[in-house]
């Protein structure tokens, strides 16, 4: 499973990662490596069975205290 996961990922930045090198997009490579890192790790860690906790609970909370709308 992670053999997989890892040719999955390779596969992936094969095809992306040359095409924003050739046109020099220094900064959007940038900000896909780290969300690919990101997207990898999260991956690594539900194929090794590890209890992630879900991200959408605490992004609620912040946007719920910096933009004190009335939610209901």
Not at 28 to 51: G, N, P, R
Request: net charge positive.
């Amino acid at each position: 499973m992670i053999a997989l996961l890892i040719v999955a990922f390779a596969v992936i930045l094969l095809i992306q990662v040359p095409k924003l090198i050739k046109k020099k997009y220094w900064r959007e490579l940038l900000v896909y490596s780290v969300l690919m890192t990101l997207a990898f790790v999260m991956c690594l860690l539900y194929a090794l069975h590890v209890d992630v906790p879900n991200p959408v609970k605490n992004t609620q909370y912040y946007i719920k205290e910096l933009f004190p709308f009335s939610y209901k």
